[in-house]
T-cell receptor, first 110, second 112 residues
Framework: KNEVEQSPQNLTAQEGEFITINCSYSVGISALHWLQQHPGGGIVSLFMLSSGKKKHGRLIATINIQEKHSSLHITASHPRDSAVYIC????????????FGTGTSLTVIP | EPEVTQTPSHQVTQMGQEVILRCVPISNHLYFYWYRQILGQKVEFLVSFYNNEISEKSEIFDDQFSVERPDGSNFTLKIRSTKLEDSAMYFCASCGGAYEQYFGPGTRLTVT
């Protein structure tokens, strides 16, 4: 069965810390989405990756296709980064929809 | 910046009633999706829609569900006879073709 796994499930960090959230998947993908879900429930797209690395502000996302692994990094974390971060993948053999991980709940303490 | 909108933000309905959740995708997008998230669980795919027809659907999307694009802007999800277990957050998303999906803010459906 195709799986998306995220780690850690929960993460608490001090303001200013460097944060890494990991995503592993079981079979080949055509795209990987990093998403942020706010406490109110809304989902925001952070990155779409199919290879390499992308950076936006304090956020960096990397993907290693051979190892079937992606990481989301947050530099100089801030309390406003507190949210659930979700990895979602599009499998190469199952069409257009995305399959979601269970998310990593991040709390950044001032 | 263009965004996906959804209405209502919260819908409370009684079991057995029909509900229609509405979405306005980004105007030049061609692919449309509905997802749901039961409280405390992960987001699950329901259905994708392209060229005025369903392109894929999950096991969750049974005969109680239907989707429609009644005009050039709206994309709706109808649940014919709601059950308690339909209580969830429902997200609409649209995509312009380059894989990246843009999500709406969600509709929280509560079935009592």
């Amino acid at each position: 069965k195709n799986e998306v796994e995220q780690s850690p499930q929960n993460l608490t960090a001090q303001e200013g810390e460097f944060i890494t959230i990991n995503c592993s998947y079981s079979v080949g993908i055509s795209a990987l989405h990093w998403l942020q879900q706010h406490p109110g429930g809304g989902i925001v797209s952070l990155f779409m990756l199919s290879s390499g690395k992308k950076k936006h502000g304090r956020l960096i996302a990397t993907i290693n296709i051979q190892e079937k692994h992606s990481s989301l990094h947050i530099t100089a974390s801030h309390p406003r980064d507190s949210a659930v971060y979700i990895c979602a993948v599009r499998w190469t053999d199952t069409g257009n929809q995305f399959y979601f991980g269970t998310g990593t709940s991040l709390t950044v303490i001032p | 910046e263009p965004e996906v909108t959804q209405t209502p933000s919260h819908q409370v309905t009684q079991m057995g009633q029909e509900v229609i959740l509405r979405c306005v995708p980004i105007s030049n997008h061609l692919y449309f999706y509905w997802y749901r998230q039961i409280l405390g669980q992960k987001v699950e795919f329901l259905v994708s829609f392209y060229n005025n027809e369903i392109s894929e659907k999950s096991e969750i999307f049974d005969d109680q569900f239907s989707v429609e694009r009644p005009d050039g802007s709206n994309f709706t999800l109808k649940i014919r006879s709601t059950k308690l277990e339909d209580s969830a957050m429902y997200f609409c998303a649209s995509c312009g073709g380059a894989y990246e999906q843009y999500f709406g803010p969600g509709t929280r459906l509560t079935v009592t």
